[in-house]
DNA sequence: GTTAAGTAAATCGTTGACAATCTCCAGTCG
DNA sequence: CGACTGGAGATTGTCAACGATTTACTTAAC
């Protein structure tokens, strides 16, 4: 027990400069967003304390730090739990994930250079790559990058904040990674709309291919889970159920 | 002590349902937003909880969550510090807001009733005869009413909860009540062609009319804000030097 | 057999105390 | 006279322990 303790807490001593709270705070985000906490079950303090070789008031505070940015629920005196999402809550990050994404893309585009534009084309084509070929694993962290680029070339730091807190809330909905046969393509049609909205440094074009495209997501990935509760009920009970501690 | 304590208390005993934890958020919040802490004054853990009669726990925590709020900046080891807004911070928080309100707009000509739209309507109406008399103070307040009534009935809470946290840091930026001479008629004109565009249940202009309408604010209230600037330089320096604790 | 009450275990909420760090001021040296 | 070192005070970071609430289990009664 104590040689389980003394490697968990190396990473501990090696971020030092961050407060223990900061440290636990982390440790907790990657449980939940890894999938080992799954969504809705309860944050035990102890445990986690336990567990990080730390006492409960960092745990505590990184808790409340969580709950604040919308990964973890409070229940008063019972405890925190991880954040369940049903459909309503996944159409909801959606929606405000697309206004987001519309946002980005209309303020890029008074700032954006043509090298960065060169940037992200290279990125697009690369995705254009993968898509041809269905290859999902290799297609995602460009698409991944690609959203990302955009988001820090509009140089609002409150806006890419918000943008990845919503993502870090979408990955409790584990069944993202669902893709339906064209998802890839139709995907990746869009970025090529949002590329030329951008070169054409029309803001109006920037902000509705973007956010076209976040919608169009949407409705890819519930069709795909449709599909998939619709086919096996095992699948769906699976989806629905994962509450199970 | 015990009379002491129980005549800060009060409110703390009437809201004993919260956990400690959030009464003290919301006390320091309060303290915040009124004004009695100036941006970039620390906030002294054991001063507030003195003063509110609880230990340092609960105050931690409360500040923990503000700092994920964005209320309050946190410098390890030296405590937690009112956040200061520089004109980026503003410029950010504006445009933030703009595409909040935007997507608000277009979220809702999908859902709102005709019912809400006369609520709306009157709304305006009011405004209309506030500003024919530039009396701010009336005009205020259904401003803000005008506004939350959209974002309400987006029915996405998640958009609720950014925007109103947007708010709140907007807050700090004490010069936002600066208005110019024309500046109520202008604002409500396009709060007249908000609601044009959700009466028509036309999305995109609904989009477009509220994305401007809250981008005219930025440059409305840099336009006063300037021009108090340039009119003394006591006003500058009091406007950028509230950082004495 | 099922329901209800009572008790015990577990866990949260809060507190006060201890260690580590930073700030500020005085004293000293170049 | 200015800059640097030293220590006292204050403040944050962390911990272990105490009361309060909830949960789960056992027992008994209907």
């Known amino acids: 027990m104590t040689d389980a303790t003394a490697r968990t ?54 808790c409340r730090a969580l709950v604040e940015l919308g990964l973890l629920d409070l229940i008063p005196n019972r405890g925190v739990f991880v954040r369940r999402m049903d459909r309503h809550d996944v159409e909801e990050v959606y929606d405000l994930r697309a206004g987001l994404t519309g946002l980005a893309g209309s303020l890029v585009t008074a700032r954006v250079t043509d090298a960065e534009i060169d940037r992200l084309r290279a990125l697009v084509d690369a995705m254009d790559e993968s898509a041809a070929v269905d290859d999902f694993p290799s297609f995602y962290p460009v698409n991944l990058e690609f959203h990302d680029v955009i988001l820090q070339l509009t140089g609002n730091s409150r806006l890419i904040k918000s943008y990845r807190a919503l993502i870090k809330e979408f990955q409790l909905f584990r069944t993202h990674g669902l ?48 599909k998939l509760t619709h086919a096996g009920a095992a699948g769906a009970a699976e989806a629905h159920n994962r509450t199970i501690e």
Do not use: C, W
Request: charged share 25%; hydrophobic share 40%.
């Open 9 to 62: 807490i190396p990473t501990i001593a090696q971020m030092r400069d961050n407060s223990l709270s900061g440290v636990v705070r982390h440790e907790i985000e990657t449980l939940i967003l890894s999938g080992e906490l799954l969504a809705g079950s309860r944050v035990n303090e102890n445990a986690v304390a336990l567990r990080l070789g730390v006492s409960r008031g960092p745990v505590r505070e990184a």
């Open 179 to 226: 893709v339906q046969p064209n998802a890839l393509r139709e995907s990746n049609e869009e970025h090529h709309a949002i590329l030329d909205a951008l070169e054409r440094r029309d803001s109006v074009a920037a902000y509705d291919t973007s956010f076209r495209h976040v919608q169009h997501g949407k409705q890819r990935m519930f069709a795909a889970f449709d």
